[in-house]
């Protein structure tokens, strides 16, 4: 495909060449349509540099008055490389952090001009710098669809804490490491718990007696777990547990994890925010380190990380805890 520089270019040597044909440079100027003043500048530019230096400049963007400072796209981009999962609207929200005002939509329009636009894009740039540094990762593959599904409701923390199992991957030299989840359906406060696996009701029963521990440090008494139909969940000392610490248990439908939602939806998120930019960045050699990569995440999440869906609105679960304190207080 021809471009309009290399018609130019082309158009300047044809005109030298076609002087020295007709031995005229008036009549060459007047078949090519340009002055003789132009015609010796671009003569004198071939005698001097050579051909090549006929090739058409490329011109500078103009600065618009209202641009995007040049260190305030620097540290976007920085941000968006080392936390490549995230959209435009927490990318704001990382910036905003910084001191940085900016739209979600200029975000993205930075990063379309970089060519970090799409969530691959980001992904695949992290892994070639992992990569330089000499950390060997994973190859990029296409990505799964999100999950699904409604959103239970409640009406106070801690009358339905969602729990689930997840199955973060094998490890080498750790072995298969799952993850317990814990997220309040009211405030969405996220509480997460590594293992080696498989999942057992051993660990489930030990799970709600650090999840009950931490939720009690808050001020929240749990009432309610929502579990999916696991064996870890269906266990008899599990129930039997849940019945001896006073918690009611609810099951969703067989073969419906969309029931689940809430737990199902922050599990793709700590996947996206947490676990990929993680992999991407170190080896894990213990479940130990693991847990506390996961931990740094969820302060992270719990108090600063402002969440858009359409229930939480931009809140984050530090406001909604705080927010009940204050009117129980009251």
């Not at 930075?110 to 892994?127: D, F, K, M, W």
Request: charged share 25%; with cysteine; hydrophobic share 40%.
């Amino acid at each position: 495909m021809t471009t309009s520089a290399e018609i130019i270019y082309h158009r300047r040597v044809r005109l030298l060449d076609l002087a020295e044909e007709l031995d005229n440079i008036s009549a060459a100027c007047r078949q090519i349509g340009v002055s003789r003043t132009r015609y010796y500048e671009w003569k004198n530019t071939a005698e001097l540099y050579g051909l090549e230096a006929l090739w058409p400049k490329d011109r500078r963007r103009p600065a618009q008055p209202n641009e995007t400072p040049t260190h305030v796209v620097a540290d976007l981009l920085t941000v968006a490389v080392v936390e490549p999962t995230l959209g435009c609207r927490q990318l704001a929200d990382r910036l905003a952090e910084l001191g940085y005002e900016i739209g979600k939509t200029t975000v993205q329009r930075i990063l379309n001009v970089h060519g970090l636009g799409r969530r691959r894009q980001r992904i695949a740039r992290a892994a070639a710098i992992a990569a330089l540094a000499g950390i060997i990762t994973e190859p990029v593959t296409e990505e799964l669809g999100e999950p699904f599904g409604f959103c239970h409701w409640a009406g106070w923390p801690g009358d339905l804490v969602a729990l689930d199992s997840f199955y973060i991957g094998n490890l080498k030299g750790v072995g298969k490491v799952y993850q317990l989840t814990a997220i309040d359906t009211c405030a969405r406060w996220a509480i997460v718990k590594l293992i080696i696996g498989p999942v057992t009701t051993a660990d489930t029963v030990r799970f709600i007696g650090h999840v009950t521990k931490i939720m009690r440090r808050l001020g929240i008494p749990v009432r309610r777990v929502l579990t999916d139909n696991g064996p870890e969940y269906k266990g008899l000392v599990f129930r039997d547990h849940l019945a001896e610490v006073g918690i009611g248990h609810v099951r969703i439908p067989p073969r419906s994890p969309n029931h689940n939602a809430v737990c199902e939806r922050f599990q793709g998120t700590m996947l996206q925010e947490c676990w990929r930019p993680a992999f991407h960045r170190r080896h894990f050699n213990s479940v130990r380190q693991l847990q506390t990569e996961a931990n740094a995440w969820l302060v992270r999440y719990n108090t600063r990380r402002r969440n858009h869906g359409d229930y939480m609105a931009g809140r984050r679960p530090i406001d909604i805890l705080d927010n009940h304190t204050t009117n129980k207080a009251a």
